[in-house]
Structures are given as structure tokens and as C-alpha cells.
């Protein structure tokens, strides 16, 4: 690759550039507006001739390190193209690498250079010269943002401008998520605005963001952007087991053992140092060995590890096949897996299982949140209602970090916790005649593994 210097200084980047700029200066020309565009990487804003200036020297670092970025990605995504500037350095820096500008390039206050004009004329003198490597979406942020998440033009997202309004930046990234490589960049233009500063901060506290990791990677904040590191990547190595230290836990379950299958090992290491609740949502089916022990059973379990435990008396284990209307597995034959299913929301007890999970979040005050996954672990289909659930109960409380059981996730990475087996077969032995978890589960007394959920507050 080559160094920052000589693309920047690079005949086919400066020719490419002149061309870019005719083109914008033109559009402004014809439509009786002055050669005034909005600031970028390489002009100052609202520079008159802007085509006719030196580089700005305040926006140096960000010029490198949006080479370093480009040069690390293959799918580059902004919001706010302006004059194309920055596109146009990315593409040039790595001539693998493809772009998506998302910009509505509507002129909405009158102090504004005219974006309707310039901003359009850019992007089709960019899809031209690039016919294979940009497209422009002209929507707002957030819907452009879902477009590129839902169609993924030129597949996973590994580089993110995000360089349009100040406010609801998390709300982007929340927007564009699904569409994320697992690792990736994103840098945050405007830094100097305060919600664009608080809206990094709580990106980075809840694992959504690091800071750059790359030893080689050059400077990745200035008084004008700041770069971090983002993706499920990123989101599942910013768990580790001293994080539990200290903290309040709650462990969501569906049923009555549940809390020794998925996380006996991990309540055996944390609870002399955390403050620990299970909570189970489901009481027993009638009708079992066990319907009138495994609640006495899960309490004994609680004690004996020193943790609390609280049984909800709202919901009753059922069979699954009406749950088969609501919830469709990956583990289903192909066939099945097309199906129309009702929205999980209208299930007659998510609104019981979201709010209950919603006032126990809100009773307990938990740092962490551990439930089910979204695969049910082994297919459970009550273990993914509850997720579901839980999940929304965790966002509307603004819990800093939600867990899910690895189980059934081996594709994600996690937080792996190896543990006493024979301290968690003592725990077995407590559901034992009528229930014997590790001959019937095979993971039962393999690692327990811990994905972490991308959690995005509630917006307004």
C-alpha cells in the first residue's frame, strides 16, 4: 500500500481531483451560486474557490487517518458526502476498496452552501468515474443507514463516516450494525460537539467501540474527529470475567435449572464478589416427576452458592407448538425456516415476560443482564421468547450490558469461563432422581461460553 504522502501527492489522485472539483464548480456556475461548498477533509468550510485553496492544515490528521482506515477495509460507508472529497481519498488510497455516500442533499437552512446543488453533482461524477465502487443513497441518515444494512451492496461494512447531523449518532450505528463486519472503524466527524462526544463515550462503555487498537495505525483523534475501533468483534472481546468484580448480576432464566446447565460455572466464581440474582420467569408444567421440586430445587442451588433467587409466578412451561407461529429456529429444516411467523411481540405472554423483566431490572439495578439467546440455546423456543423479552426490558431500563448464553452460538465469540466440574456436578446432584442434566445435555459440564448483545438505548 501506499504511504498517506504519496496518495495525496499522487498524480492519479490530484487528476482525479481537478476533474471532481470542474464538475462541482460547474454545477454551482450554472446555477448562478458561488464556488462554495461545505468543509471536508481537504477544505475549510464555506471556503470561496475552495478549488483554488491549499489543503487545510487542521484537517491533516483526519485526512491520515482516514487513509489508515481505507486502507485496513473494503467497504466504506458515509454519512454526509458533501463534495465527495473524502470518498474520493479513501477509493484512491485502496483501489480495492468500494463506497456508499448516504446524504438527503437538501439545502434545510438558508445560511447553508447549497448542497442540493453540489452535493448531487459530485456524487454522479464520482458513480461515473467509479461506475463499479460508489453509489450514492439519497435519504437521511438513519433510513439510508437501514438500506445499506438490508441490501449490503457490496457486502460487509468494515469502514463508517459518520459525518452528517450531531445528534443520534448511536442511533446510526444501531441502524447500520446488522450490516458491520465483524471488525471495523468508524470515525466520528463534528468531535468537538458534545453529543457527538456523549454518544461516543456510551458507544465505547457498552462495547459497541475501543479505541484503536492498531499500533501502527496513526493518530485517531484531533480536535476535529476522533476514530475507534467498532463490530461484534469488538463487541464480544470487551467482556472479561474480572468485569464481574463488584457488580450487580441478574440472571434472567426460563426454567427451573437452567441457572446450573448455562451459568453453574460461572456463579461458582463470581458470586463471593458480585451481588447475584436469579430470576426464573416460568413456573413448572403440571404434570412432571419434578413439578413439585424444582422450585425448592433451584432455591437450594441459590443457597448453596450463595446467591438470591426469585421464582415469578406469571408464566406456566407449556408445550412449544404454539410457540411455532411466533418463532422460527436456524436449526429447522431449510423448508421450515421460510414460513410467515406472527411478530413475536403479539405472543400472549411477551408483554407479562417484558415487563416483569423490565421491574425486576428495575427493583435489582443490575450491572449485567444474563439470559437466554436468540437461538434457545438447544431450540427452546420459551428460551428465545424470554430473550426477546428481556432484551426489550434491558433497553427501555438503559442496561449497560446485556449477556447471552453461548450455547447454541458457537459462531459468535465470547466470554469463556472454565470452572470445577465437580463442584457443578454437586449442583446436578440437587435436581437429581427425576432430572439428570449432564447425561441428558451434553454441553452440560463443557465451558460455559457468554456472548455480548449489541445494546442500543431507546431513542427519545
Request: charged share 25%; glycine share 8%.
Amino acid at each position: 500500500m501506499q504511504s498517506y504522502d504519496d496518495v495525496i501527492a499522487s498524480p492519479a489522485f490530484l487528476e482525479d481531483l481537478n476533474a471532481l472539483n470542474a464538475a462541482i464548480v460547474q454545477s454551482l456556475e450554472d446555477a448562478g451560486e458561488a464556488a462554495v461548498i461545505n468543509g471536508n477533509v481537504l477544505y475549510t468550510n464555506k471556503l470561496k474557490d475552495f478549488h483554488k485553496a491549499e489543503f487545510s492544515e487542521d484537517m491533516e490528521p483526519k485526512r491520515r487517518a482516514l487513509v489508515a482506515m481505507a486502507q485496513r477495509s473494503r467497504c466504506f460507508v458515509e454519512v454526509g458526502v458533501a463534495g465527495g472529497h473524502a470518498v474520493l481519498l479513501a477509493l484512491h488510497a485502496n483501489p480495492d476498496l468500494k463506497a456508499v455516500g448516504i446524504d438527503m442533499a437538501v439545502r434545510v437552512k438558508p445560511f447553508w452552501p447549497p448542497v442540493d446543488i453540489f452535493v448531487p453533482a459530485a456524487a454522479a461524477w464520482l458513480e461515473k468515474r467509479f461506475p463499479e465502487r460508489f453509489r450514492l443513497i439519497r435519504k437521511d441518515a438513519i433510513e439510508g443507514l437501514k438500506d445499506v444494512a438490508q441490501t449490503r451492496p457490496f457486502g460487509p461494512v468494515d469502514m463508517l463516516h459518520l459525518d452528517g447531523g450531531k445528534k443520534g449518532r448511536i442511533q446510526e450505528l444501531e441502524a447500520i450494525w446488522p450490516a458491520l463486519a465483524e471488525h471495523g472503524y468508524l470515525m466520528q466527524g463534528d468531535y468537538p460537539n458534545g453529543h457527538v462526544q456523549a454518544d461516543t463515550a456510551m458507544m465505547i462503555e457498552r462495547g459497541l467501540a475501543r479505541e484503536i487498537t492498531d499500533a501502527d495505525f496513526p493518530p485517531a483523534e484531533s480536535k476535529l474527529f476522533k476514530a475507534v475501533e467498532t463490530g461484534q468483534r469488538v463487541l464480544s472481546e470487551s467482556v472479561v470475567l474480572k468485569d464481574f468484580n463488584g457488580k450487580r448480576i441478574l440472571i434472567c432464566t426460563a426454567h427451573q435449572d437452567d441457572e446450573v446447565l448455562f451459568a453453574g460455572g460461572l456463579l461458582g466464581k463470581v458470586a463471593k464478589d458480585a451481588e447475584v440474582t436469579v430470576a426464573c420467569f416460568f413456573r413448572p408444567a403440571e404434570g412432571r416427576k419434578d413439578t413439585d421440586t424444582r422450585i425448592g430445587a433451584m432455591r437450594q442451588v441459590c443457597e448453596s452458592l450463595g446467591v438470591g433467587c426469585v421464582q415469578y409466578p406469571f408464566a406456566v412451561e407449556s408445550h412449544h407448538r404454539p410457540l411455532r407461529r411466533f418463532v422460527v429456529l436456524h436449526s429447522e429444516p431449510e423448508e421450515n425456516q421460510g414460513r410467515k411467523v406472527r411478530p413475536i411481540g403479539r405472543h400472549g405472554l411477551y408483554p407479562v415476560l417484558r415487563d416483569t423483566a423490565f421491574a425486576a431490572i428495575r427493583q435489582y439495578r443490575p450491572d449485567i443482564v444474563i439470559t437466554h439467546n436468540r437461538e434457545g440455546e438447544y431450540g427452546h423456543r420459551e428460551h428465545v421468547l424470554l430473550h426477546h423479552a428481556v432484551v426489550e426490558a434491558a433497553r427501555h431500563a438503559d442496561t449497560p450490558m446485556l449477556l447471552s448464553f453461548g450455547v447454541g452460538q458457537e459462531g459468535r465469540p465470547g466470554l469463556t469461563v472454565t470452572y470445577d466440574k465437580r463442584r457443578k456436578k454437586k449442583l446436578f446432584d440437587v435436581y437429581m432422581p427425576q432430572w439428570d442434566g449432564p447425561r441428558l445435555y451434553e454441553f452440560a459440564l463443557k465451558p460455559e461460553t457468554y456472548v455480548r448483545e449489541a445494546l442500543f438505548p431507546v431513542s427519545g
